[in-house]
Nanobody
Framework: QVRLVESGGGVVQSGGSLTLSCTAS????????ISWHRQAPGKERELVAA????????SITDSVKGRFTISRDNVKNTVFLQMNNLKPEDTAVYYC???????WGQGTQVTVSS
């Protein structure tokens, strides 16, 4: 059974930091690119960051560039999203996905208070 499980969300004050984790099982994790997406209330889901299967290819959307970092540990089948200097507009449900397989996690809530 394919599973992607996000963790690490929570409530943080503006300027704070959180690290999200996405742990995978049920598929060959090390051969898939993984991406993080987020969806704020009333808005469409948007891509935040992506990382290739080796970890060398990475992309970050402009709105979080310089604040968010994506990384992965293929031994632990986990992808991380380090989020620094969080802003209220970062408030959303964050999802990880292995898009090539159509796999999505259930999401973790991040709330940034001003």
């Amino acid at each position: 059974q394919v599973r992607l499980v996000e963790s690490g969300g929570g409530v943080v004050q503006s300027g704070g930091s959180l690290t999200l984790s996405c742990t995978a099982s049920g598929f060959t994790f090390g051969t898939y690119g993984i991406s993080w997406h987020r969806q704020a209330p009333g808005k469409e889901r948007e891509l935040v960051a992506a990382i290739g299967w080796t970890g060398k290819a990475r992309s970050i959307t402009d709105s979080v560039k310089g604040r968010f970092t994506i990384s992965r540990d293929n031994v632990k089948n986990t992808v991380f999203l380090q989020m620094n200097n969080l802003k209220p507009e970062d408030t959303a449900v964050y999802y990880c996905a292995a898009l090539l397989g159509g796999y999505w996690g259930q999401g973790t809530q991040v709330t940034v208070s001003s």
